[in-house]
């Protein structure tokens, strides 16, 4: 079992950047493949980008390509996602999951464990 806290989000301009971190409890933390989904309101939960085991292979949505860059320390047991080039539309509440899948899947039912979300705001 692993236990996710995210952190980094905020208020940001349009055009801005951060970068949001998963903090994972436990010291299987390299074993799972990891994603991080949006959920912007009165939409469905979105997935936004994902890393294998190893972070050797990452997996992004179209909207964001190019703009976010996920990577992992499997050494300190964190996710992040960097966030350049923020948009209004990246407005959303950002979860990071964890899946016992071997690569990143994009339907959020294959991910067994979640953190509670930290808001990301943009203001135009």
């Known amino acids: 079992q692993v236990q996710l806290v995210e952190s980094g989000g905020g208020l940001v301009q349009a055009g801005g950047s951060l970068r949001l971190s998963c903090a994972a409890s436990?010291?299987?933390?390299?074993?799972?493949?990891m994603g991080w989904f949006r959920q912007a309101p009165g939409k469905e939960r979105e997935f936004v980008a994902g890393s294998s085991w190893g972070g050797r292979t990452t997996y992004y949505a179209d909207s964001v390509k190019g703009r976010f860059t996920v990577s992992r320390d499997n050494g300190k047991n964190t996710l992040y996602l960097q966030m350049n080039s923020l948009n209004a539309e990246d407005t959303a509440v950002y979860y990071c999951?964890?899946?016992?899948?071997?690569?990143?899947?994009?339907?959020?039912?294959?991910?067994?464990?979640w953190g509670q979300g930290t808001q990301v705001s943009v203001s135009s």
């Open positions: 436990g010291r299987t933390f390299s074993r799972y493949t």
């Open positions: 999951a964890a899946s016992m899948n071997q690569l990143p899947r994009v339907d959020e039912r294959e991910y067994d464990y």
